[in-house]
């Protein structure tokens, strides 16, 4: 705890903590305080992330390749850790574009749409960093709670019946979930005796053999609550209801918050069986088996559907299910494919949600929304609404623009060139056709997933979109701001620039998917020396 | 003490999913909060289940597992509790919007068709 950096691990849970109480004491009524202090915080949470990846990607050099925070500077073991690796740096990055581009969004009219929009955005995102930095398995649970909490007021956000119904089936079902987790966290106490996740890796090869079998029974169990949180078949079929009904700046940010189960999985799953341990690679062969009945539902979904909004929702399972096969591979190469696609997948299906408000406001599907809201929240804010209506700079060329984003996220979505969707799953199957003449039936079966589920959203993107900007005769097009269009534009761009500097992010990747590959170097940056040696095989 | 303890666990847990799955809202949620208790109790057996041990430390006596009871779960329960309680909460509100939003107390929000 020497030089301020090292407290800067903190911020990102800090800094939102901080402005979402403050807008809570500021009132609902003052606007301008609210908006300066959100916009303030996603941007300094912007800064902060990159300066976490850069610590984070320097720290190759030093012997200690994590940066471990010790909360209240209690001694190794007894402190609740943050741990700033590759991996956790890389997610906290995703979350704060994210949070920039659904604020930005928001400005426009949704965060008035219902109240407190601003502190469940700050608080939303102060969860999902917490669960990204956290070393331990209670604190990951609470971080869960943390994030889930806001996400059931964001799905509610701006009322109406279609939300409530999906927000009821979502609350309930996480509901569920989280005793899963409670269930799981407790045994692993009671068995292992500890829930640091490091403590737990490298106590995990001096257990008993019959009590082996029952921390693995555990781990399945808290495997099984992040799974429901992916989305997994048979356990995602809220989602795509869900994430359609909610609002789209909410939707932007939940695309990320089915990714913390992922994360959750590959973290854990990756910690205690991806060494070479007695029960190394347990459970890989059932992730991938879900992973790939996972993309196949999804793809369905995906064709079954007409309307956008669910359209968006099924790719989010395609998406899922595609990170936890490639995980389930357990191959470090494919893991850092799955890696460059998580970050992919989340900016383009993160834009197609916001791009899918503006393109429904043609068809007056968003004005309904809009009126009912006005309705439920009452007349008060009629008059700032229509002023801010004449003030707004509409952009020229609304349905080019529209077009060729729409365009932009179906490539992505569906890995066509030349976009970063390609890349990635290039990146996930070019190693596994590499390693040799015997492609086992796993691999094809992969293989053959990814592209027919490229093909499936290629057939109901373009379906969808010549719906919506060929065929709708007489559609007047309504007005898009710059500052509703500028946060889909910038999360296209980063898609563009991952594909244009596709070299140094993918040995990034590489870099983090090798780390989380030699467990050992995570539990000897987190434990104490005497502690991490004695684990050492 | 344990098989009185997993009796009221599985009892509780059994009821409560049951509940769950019921169609009702109101089910639900008392499903629901069963299965919060069963959950707890089981948190809090985690730590082992004596009777009569210290609570907290005293002097003389030294502070090992073996004298005391593991304050580690019982830290647990308190958060699981608190935490639950509050979600709770939150989705009593949300069943109440429902009903008052569709008129009924379905959890899919309508009655299912005859």
Redesign the interface.
């Given at each position: 705890m020497s030089s301020w950096t090292d407290h800067l691990v903190i911020a990102p849970i800090v800094v939102p903590l901080i402005a979402g109480a403050l807008m809570v004491l500021a009132g609902e009524g003052r606007r301008t305080i609210n908006n300066i202090l959100a916009l303030a915080s996603v941007a300094g949470l912007l800064l902060v992330a990159l300066a976490l990846v850069g610590l984070a990607d320097t720290a190759a050099q030093a012997p200690s390749q994590t940066r471990v925070y010790r909360l209240g500077d209690w001694p190794a073991l007894f402190a609740i850790v943050l741990v700033l690796d590759r991996l956790s740096a890389l997610m906290v990055l995703l979350t704060s574009v994210l949070g920039v581009a659904a604020l930005v969004f928001s400005f426009a009219r949704w965060y008035r749409a219902g109240a407190y929009f601003h502190p469940l955005l700050q608080f939303q995102l102060m969860g999902l960093n917490g669960a990204f930095l956290t070393g331990d398995l209670f604190n990951l649970f609470v971080f869960f709670e943390v994030l889930l909490a806001p996400s059931y007021g964001l799905v509610l956000h701006g009322s109406g019946i279609a939300r409530a119904r999906a927000g009821l089936h979502y609350l309930a079902v996480n509901l569920a979930a989280s005793l899963l987790f409670l269930i799981g966290v407790s045994m692993i106490y009671g068995l292992a005796g500890t829930l640091s996740m490091a403590d737990l890796a490298a106590r995990f090869g001096e257990l008993r053999a019959e009590d082996r079998a029952l921390v693995e029974a555990a781990i399945a169990i808290l495997g099984v609550a992040f799974l429901i949180k992916a989305g997994i078949w048979p356990l995602g079929f809220w989602l795509p209801t869900a994430y359609a009904a909610a609002s789209a700046p909410s939707a932007a940010i939940l695309s990320i918050l089915s990714k913390v189960g992922v994360y959750a999985v590959l973290r854990l799953w990756l910690l205690l069986f991806g060494g070479d341990g007695a029960s190394a690679g347990f459970g890989g062969g059932f992730l991938m088996i879900a992973g790939i009945v996972t993309i196949a539902f999804g793809s369905f979904a995906v064709l079954a559907t007409q309307s956008m909004p669910r359209l968006a929702g099924a790719s989010v399972l395609v998406s899922s299910g595609t990170l936890l096969a490639a995980i389930g591979m357990g191959q470090a190469a494919v893991t850092s494919g799955a890696l460059y696609y998580l970050v992919s997948s989340v900016f383009a299906i993160a834009a197609l949600f916001l791009l899918i408000e503006l393109v429904e406001r043609s068809r007056e599907v968003g004005a309904d929304v809009i009126a009912v809201t006005r309705e439920a929240i009452g007349d008060v804010e009629e008059e700032a609404e229509q002023s801010d209506e004449e003030t707004g700079i509409a952009i020229p060329g609304t349905m080019a623009v529209l077009g060729m984003s729409f365009l932009a996220c179906a490539l992505v979505l569906a890995g066509l060139p030349p976009l970063s969707g390609f890349l990635a799953k290039f990146a996930i199957l070019a190693p596994l056709l590499a390693s040799g003449a015997d492609l086992g039936a796993a691999d094809w079966t992969l293989l053959a997933a990814l592209v027919l589920s490229g093909l499936a959203t290629i057939i109901a993107m373009t379906r969808v979109g010549i719906d919506a900007f060929w065929a709708s005769p007489g559609a007047t097009l309504a007005r898009v701001r710059v500052i509703e269009i500028a946060p889909v534009l910038g999360l296209l761009f980063l898609c563009v620039g991952i594909t244009v500097k596709a070299g140094p992010v993918m040995r990034y990747m590489e870099t983090t998917a090798r780390s989380l590959h030699a467990p050992q170097e995570y539990i000897r940056g987190v434990l104490p020396p005497s502690r991490a040696e004695r684990s050492a095989p | 003490m344990e098989l009185i303890v997993a009796l009221g666990i599985g009892m509780l847990t059994g009821s409560g999913v049951w509940l769950?799955l019921r169609p009702r809202?109101f089910e639900?949620i008392v499903g629901?909060s069963l299965?919060?208790y069963a959950?707890n109790i089981?948190?809090f057996s985690?730590?082992g289940l004596r009777s009569g041990a210290l609570p907290v430390l005293e002097r003389g006596v030294a502070g090992d597992l073996a004298q005391h009871a593991d304050p580690?779960?019982q830290a647990?329960v308190l958060?699981?509790i608190v935490?639950?309680f509050?979600?709770?909460a939150?989705?009593l509100v949300?069943?109440l919007?429902?009903r008052g939003?569709?008129g009924t107390d379905h959890?899919?929000?309508r009655e299912r068709e005859e």
């Open positions: - | 769950l809202t639900v629901l299965l919060t959950v089981f948190i985690t730590g580690v779960p647990l958060t699981a935490i639950s509050a979600t709770t939150l989705f949300l069943l919007a429902l939003l569709t959890v899919d929000g």
